[in-house]
């Protein structure tokens, strides 16, 4: 099992002294390179670098679809809005229409 310790850099809790500078695929968590060749035997690594890249795309392109959902949602209220008050007004109508 790792962990970020206090240092800059994460170290590795099962290995002393190592970095945690690759990242198994299969596990999805950072590892050191003892790890691969232990506990992450023939699991897929790749470095820790190239993960954050991909986390960070990843990420981007969830958030590039946000924006557009917000602008959805103000059109739908305001669309609410509009048919609330069209109601008001012909409640409004009808209220005198019996009224008379």
């Known amino acids: ?11 590795c809790h099962d290995h002393d002294n190592q970095i ?3 990242y198994c ?7 050191c390179v003892k790890c691969t060749i232990i ?7 790749h470095e820790v670098s190239k993960q954050i890249l991909q986390n960070k795309e990843e990420i981007q392109q969830g958030l590039e679809g946000f924006p557009v959902s917000q ?3 103000k059109k739908v209220v305001t669309a ?21």
């Open 39 to 45: 506990s992450h035997k023939g699991h897929p690594v």
């Open 1 to 11: 099992f790792a962990f970020f310790s206090s240092s800059s850099s994460p170290m």
């Open 71 to 73: 602008e959805h949602l």
């Open 25 to 31: 695929q299969q596990c999805t968590i950072p590892v």
């Open 20 to 22: 945690l500078d690759l």
């Open 80 to 100: 609410g809005e509009e048919m609330k008050n069209k109601i008001k007004a012909r409640k409004n109508e009808v209220d005198t229409i019996i009224r008379q």
